[in-house]
């Protein structure tokens, strides 16, 4: 690697939580308990996330105050503070609702139901402010996309930023606004309409749209998917150790593509599916080729990853916790909605999750030595709510 690109890359751990509605918000949650468990939750720098990544990483920036470390690192109460209560509201179909109610209340988007029951099940009207300051945890950046410069919208609690706008200094967003833009997936929950002072916009390197103060009036603003599905792009470059949690689901063959009719906006849909995810495929593969190539340490774990592929075995290392096998490939083909997700779905995401990000961090992170986890199914204490099917506390 070159030595002028080495010395900007800063000592520490990103982690990077990827799109794909309740789908992906149950997967990273299995993610997290195995990170938990390692004792990882400690070493991360920064977490980044987009969509429904963005559910789970939010509430987990949230809840950090509230979770008791032990001497090796390890949040105690991780499954009753954060676990149990996503688990809950992932229960629950929010969508539906939503979308109904916009058309009964017109004056009403349905982005702005999606938030409130964000923030009445979930943020209980935080801000951006109430996420971990530098001394108290990693740093949280959630990602939407705005629709009128075309690039991503930083919401974390330094800064609000768009590159080419410049940034607003601790801003004071509502988090569940800020998740409710995150995971505005068109065209149904675009655009999230959000409000600020021109006078409170800073000027930064590149924004070379600073003085186009009517952009600054009313923000229009999609889903992060729309821009980095992988949530990726800030923490990329930025440090020695980057994790890659990926609950993006695999290009799908369509032999009748356009629907019935081939209707046009079915046509349009399909390329514009095309497109995004030809963009995200291109994100992961230079991801891959800087791993191989010695850019930075770290791993990537996706839902579709056929978790034979980490070659454990072979390289003296503990079996992986799962085979593949026709319920581990039928994960990646689970809906992205914000619908209700049955006990049997979440534990299988949850332990997918799980599994993927033990064969991923014992193959290219962790010691040889390292002993695998245990499925959270198969393990005490779990998500009471998943495990037992007791309502949540």
């Not at 980057?242 to 019935?260: H, I, N, R, W, Y």
């Not at 916790?321 to 995401?349: H, I, P, V």
């Not at 599994?355 to 393990?379: C, F, I, Q, W, Y």
């Amino acid at each position: 690697m070159d030595k002028d690109c080495e010395k900007k890359r800063e000592e520490g751990v990103g982690l990077a939580l990827s799109g794909g509605g309740f789908r992906a918000s149950l997967y990273h949650l299995g993610a997290l308990l195995r990170l938990n468990e390692l004792g990882w939750f400690k070493r991360l720098t920064e977490v980044t996330s987009v969509s429904g990544g963005s559910i789970t990483a939010a509430y987990l920036g949230y809840r950090w105050k509230c979770l008791d470390f032990d001497d090796h690192g390890v949040a105690t109460n991780f499954a009753e503070t954060v676990a149990d209560p996503l688990c809950e509201f992932c229960s629950k179909t929010i969508d539906i609702g939503s979308v109904l109610g916009g058309i009964v209340a017109p004056f009403v988007h349905p982005w702005q139901l999606v938030a409130a029951k964000y923030n009445k099940a979930l943020f209980h009207r935080a801000t951006l402010q109430d996420l971990p300051a530098k001394d108290e945890g990693p740093r949280f950046t959630i990602y939407a996309t705005n629709l009128q410069t075309g690039v991503s919208v930083r919401f974390a609690r330094p800064y609000m930023g768009d590159y080419r706008l410049g940034k607003i200094d601790s801003p004071t967003v509502p988090l569940a606004t800020a998740v409710a833009a995150s995971s505005a997936f068109p065209p149904v929950f675009c655009p999230v309409t959000l409000d600020t002072k021109p006078e409170e916009w800073q000027y930064w390197d590149g924004a070379d749209l600073f003085d186009s103060r009517a952009l600054y009036a009313r923000m229009l603003l999609g889903d992060g998917g729309i821009y980095d599905n992988l949530g990726l792009e800030r923490i990329w470059d930025r440090y020695t150790t980057v994790l890659v949690s990926d609950a993006g689901a695999p290009f799908s063959t369509e032999p009748k593509p356009f629907g019935v009719g081939c209707s046009q906006i079915f046509r349009t849909l399909r390329s514009l599916y095309i497109m995004g995810e030809q963009t995200r495929a291109l994100r992961k593969r230079r991801l891959i080729a800087d791993f191989k190539a010695g850019k930075m340490g770290g791993t990537y774990w996706g839902i579709a990853t056929h978790i034979a592929n980490y070659k454990l075995e072979e390289n003296h290392r503990p079996a992986p916790l799962l085979l593949d096998d026709k319920l581990t490939r039928s994960m990646a083909a689970m809906r992205t909605r914000l619908n209700r997700f049955s006990r049997d779905e979440q534990k299988q995401l949850i332990d997918w999750g799980y599994a993927l990000t033990d064969a991923a961090m014992r193959r290219h992170v962790l010691d040889a030595n390292t002993e695998p986890g245990k499925l959270p199914s198969e393990n005490q204490p779990f998500v009471k709510s998943v495990v037992a099917g007791q309502p949540a506390q």
